[in-house]
Nanobody, 119 residues
Framework: QVQLVESGGGLVHAGGSLRLSCAASGRIFSYYTMGWYRQTPGNERELVATISETNTRYGDFVKGRFTISRDNAKNALYLHMNSLKAEGTSVYYC??????????????WGQGIQDTVSS
């Protein structure tokens, strides 16, 4: 089992910045991918960004405004969000799965953290 705890959400004005963090704990082995997904009211959960040992991937809507990073020594994940758009409230979820040691590629999710971008 892997536990994920997000932090760093809040309220910001359009054009501002936020930094999200996710701390992973539990049975963590080498070679894993972590990522951020978000859900806005009335919409499905969508990819924000993922990062593996060798690759990063971003959702189309990010368009160079966000940066995902990780600290393997701390099993931590970060998301720096700049130039935020006035899209109201979103819930960001931290995601984790092992790339090698788990053939089922079990997905673990955090509880979610809310951020609101006002105009």
């Amino acid at each position: 089992q892997v536990q994920l705890v997000e932090s760093g959400g809040g309220l910001v004005h359009a054009g501002g910045s936020l930094r999200l963090s996710c701390a992973a704990s539990g049975r963590i082995f080498s070679y894993y991918t972590m990522g951020w997904y978000r859900q806005t009211p009335g919409n499905e959960r969508e990819l924000v960004a993922t990062i593996s040992e060798t690759n990063t991937r971003y959702g189309d809507f990010v368009k160079g405004r966000f940066t995902i990073s990780r600290d393997n020594a701390k099993n931590a994940l970060y998301l720096h969000m700049n130039s935020l758009k006035a899209e109201g409230t979103s819930v960001y979820y931290c995601n984790f799965h092992h790339d090698v040691s788990d053939p089922l590629r079990t997905d673990y999710w955090g509880q979610g953290i809310q951020d609101t971008v006002s105009s």
